[in-house]
């Protein structure tokens, strides 16, 4: 069974901290909610808006948590799927470009942009790998594989590591 290199995107890191602060925010706000009593015992005006403010914080920020986490592990478990069934496709590297989104110590990764023309429907897809933190100049105008699932081509792994490996024909 193959197994993609997926790493941590900027989605796995948002929907971490999104779900402790909202949480912990939401923890808050349920326990104030409670214990009601001794908030307005111990203060002025009206403190009944103390635990709705929390709340009011707290359960979109859990809610965004929970999206951004279903959303990372269903996209990870469809790309899985198509690793797991070996369908592929031969794409071209059309070019090796700067990811200008990311900086790390001062240097963009790359990813590669590979063209696949569906010969049925003579359409073309543009796959993009993951980052890659050097120039693969080596594989521009090869081909390499690209697993995908046949009913949603959406769901895909650019599978620039083996392509380094193998000698593809």
């Keep these: 069974m193959k197994k993609g290199k997926l790493g941590i995107t900027t989605m796995d890191v948002l ?9 912990l925010f939401t923890l808050l706000g349920f326990l104030l909610f409670i214990d009601i009593d001794t908030l307005t015992y111990h203060g002025t005006g ?31 478990a469809m790309i899985q799927r198509a690793l797991e069934e070996g369908y592929y496709v031969l794409a071209d590297v059309d070019e090796i470009v700067y990811n200008t989104h990311l900086e790390v ?12 023309q569906n010969p049925n429907t003579n359409t073309t897809m543009e796959f993009r790998s993951k980052n890659l933190y050097y ?3 080596e594989l521009l105008h090869q081909k390499i594989r690209v697993y995908c699932l046949k009913d949603a081509m959406k769901y895909y792994y650019v599978d620039i590591d083996d392509a380094f490996h193998e000698d593809l024909k």
Aim: proline share 7%; hydrophobic share 55%.
């Design 105 to 116: 110590n001062g240097q963009h990764p790359f990813y590669a942009v590979c063209l696949y």
């Design 135 to 137: 120039e693969p100049k």
């Design 46 to 76: 009206d403190a009944r808006i103390v635990p709705i403010v929390f709340l009011g914080v707290g359960l979109p920020f859990l809610a965004g948590g929970l999206y951004a986490l279903w959303f990372t592990l269903h996209r990870r």
């Design 15 to 23: 929907a971490i901290v999104f779900l402790i602060i909202g949480s």
